[in-house]
T-cell receptor
Framework: EPEVTQTPSHQVTQMGQEVILRCVPI?????FYWYRQILGQKVEFLVS????????KSEIFDDQFSVERPDGSNFTLKIRSTKLEDSAMYFC??????????FGSGTQLSVL | AQSVAQPEDQVNVAEGNPLTVKCTYS??????LFWYVQYPNRGLQFLLK??????LVKGSYGFEAEFNKSQTSFHLKKPSALVSDSALYFC??????????????FGKGTSLLVTP
């Protein structure tokens, strides 16, 4: 079965540093997403991306966050200046026309 | 606004017994409803969805869910639990009228533990 892959699996960074989380969605999918899960809390929607632009974003996705699809395969989430409260598991997902989201295994981000 | 509630943090079931994982939802319009499962160190995996049609939806691994509009519920069920069903289960909703990005709103998850 096709997979969404995410790298790295773990990322440790200092507060104020920039991080880039990387994802390779399923090749024929058109919709791409970032979600996050703070330990013990629910999975939260961050942003959706379609046709090379953001189609929807949540209140969490402020000016410190950005997404990019630099080529035909990668989908990245950048946090410009990380805060302690950005520590979470970040999930990338992609979706085809059948409304089934396929998730990656996640990147555990720890901000110290 | 759209949201889901999973009232149980954990559900414990003996192997072979039926299981139910509860979910209630709130949307302004008609809902699209989903269940996902997460095994340790893995991403969420799609189990089943309700878009329209029969209220009883069958999904992967023998799971099914029943859409109840009057109770705004979408409980996940399985007639006979397996130890391998032990995992974290997430209910999710999308308002049919909210199609700008097809984003899902997830519940906080219910941990299912099936004991031998």
């Amino acid at each position: 079965e096709p997979e969404v892959t995410q790298t790295p699996s773990h990322q440790v960074t200092q507060m104020g540093q920039e991080v880039i989380l990387r994802c390779v969605p399923i090749s024929n999918h058109l919709y791409f997403y970032w979600y996050r899960q703070i330990l013990g809390q629910k999975v939260e929607f961050l942003v959706s991306f379609y046709n090379n632009e953001i189609s929807e974003k949540s209140e969490i996705f402020d000016d410190q966050f950005s997404v990019e699809r630099p080529d035909g395969s990668n989908f990245t989430l950048k946090i410009r200046s990380t805060k302690l409260e950005d520590s979470a598991m970040y999930f990338c997902a992609s979706m085809g026309v059948d409304e089934k989201l396929f998730f990656g295994s996640g990147t555990q981000l720890s901000v110290l | 606004a759209q949201s889901v509630a999973q009232p149980e943090d954990q559900v414990n079931v003996a192997e072979g017994n039926p299981l139910t994982v509860k979910c209630t939802y709130s949307v302004s319009g008609n809902p699209y409803l989903f269940w996902y499962v997460q095994y340790p160190n893995r991403g969420l995996q799609f189990l089943l969805k309700y878009i329209t049609g029969d209220n009883l939806v069958k999904g992967s691994y023998g799971f099914e869910a029943e859409f109840n509009k009057s109770q705004t519920s979408f409980h996940l069920k399985k007639p006979s639990a397996l130890v391998s069903d032990s995992a974290l289960y997430f209910c999710a909703v999308r308002d049919v009228n909210s199609n700008s990005g097809y984003a899902l709103n997830f519940g906080k998850g219910t941990s299912l533990l099936v004991t031998p």
